[in-house]
């Protein structure tokens, strides 16, 4: 069974610039994640689709992120415009609410984005 | 804020056990331990959880304390490859939300 794809692998912008990350999941899995994890900490939730359908997005930062799903499978991901503290690995994860652990998440190897 | 409480960092010698703890003190009934590790660049894995009962997979045994406040994540014969940052999440059943803390650390040693 294939991963959780993510790409790029590694991004380098300068600030003011947009960005774009794109993210496949395990395929049958409906529910979606996208975390931001900045050196040194834990990955953070910015958004979570069930489908199609945004469940949570209240870590989203609106002004400049943005998030979609339109088909309920692949997702992406944009930045505009990029600020220097949006640097940080950006990472997919996915889950299905039919497996046997369905809080279980699969995480791709993420997008390191450095933002000059 | 993570719900959890673990040590930054620790050592453990190659081929002994490593025994990771993490303190939960306000779980609720109905929240799951998970554990996750994150091998330098790469995404966290899935290594093991629980919800009151001790379990045992290929990977590790996760012992968690009657009054479930705390857990240990076990290692039975750690290797090199098992140095990686771990990470100790509560989450409510059926919420599908994990809060990341900070992690452990774990550095195995030759």
């Known amino acids: 069974e294939a991963g959780v794809a993510q790409s790029p692998r590694y991004k380098i912008i300068e600030k003011r610039q947009s960005v774009a990350f794109w993210c496949n999941p395990i395929s049958g899995h409906a529910t979606l994640y996208w975390y931001q994890q900045i050196l040194g900490q834990g990955p953070k939730l910015l958004i979570q689709?069930?489908?199609?359908?945004?469940?949570?997005d209240s870590q989203l930062p609106k002004d400049r992120f943005s998030a979609e799903r339109l088909k309920g499978v692949d997702s992406t991901l944009k930045i505009q415009p990029a600020k220097l503290e949006d640097s940080a690995v950006y990472l997919c994860a996915s889950s299905s609410r039919l497996a046997i652990h369905p809080d279980t998440q699969y995480f791709g190897p993420g997008t390191r984005l450095t933002v000059l | 804020d993570a719900k959890t409480t673990q040590p930054p960092s620790m050592d453990c010698a190659e081929g002994r056990a490593a025994n990771l703890p993490c303190n939960h003190s306000t779980i609720s009934g109905n929240e799951y331990v998970y554990w996750y590790r994150q091998i330098h660049s790469q995404g966290p894995q899935y290594i093991i959880h629980?919800?009151?009962n001790n379990e045992t997979n290929e990977m590790a045994s996760l012992i968690i304390t009657e009054d479930r406040k705390s857990s240990t994540l076990i290692l039975p014969h750690a290797t090199l490859r098992d140095t990686a940052v771990y990470y100790c999440i509560v989450s409510f059943s059926g919420t599908y939300k994990y809060i990341f803390g900070t992690g452990t650390r774990l550095k195995v040693l030759a």
């Open positions: 629980g919800l009151k």
């Open positions: 689709f069930q489908n199609n359908g945004v469940v949570d």
